[in-house]
């Protein structure tokens, strides 16, 4: 529960900051776990990259180390859900 509130405290300030700088991206970790090649070129295209750039990247697949899910307490999966709904490498729908 520590490392939960800690994380909630940071990212709680962090969209407060943050949310409306156009300049600032949040990216979501989880997406990129689980698609790490989409999540780059999601970056190359802010960054306004050739996508034969985004190609060239080389990486590695892992898997988060926590999943948030709904048995959390409610303000941690809210605060993660507008965090997700920010992220420039979310998948909408």
Do not use: M
């Not at 909630?8 to 943050?18: A, N, P, Q, T």
């Not at 949040?26 to 295209?45: G, L, M, N, V």
């Amino acid at each position: 529960g520590y490392w939960l509130e800690v994380w909630y405290l940071f990212y709680s300030k962090v969209i407060e900051l943050y949310a409306d700088h156009r300049d600032f991206h949040f990216i979501c970790y989880e997406e990129f776990c689980k698609d790490p090649q989409r999540s780059i070129e999601c970056i190359a295209t802010l960054l306004n990259l050739s996508p034969k750039v985004a190609k060239s990247i080389h990486y590695s697949k892992f898997e988060p180390a926590i999943v948030i899910d709904n048995s959390i307490e409610p303000k941690f999966s809210h605060l993660y859900t507008r965090l997700l709904k920010q992220s420039i490498n979310r998948v909408d729908g």
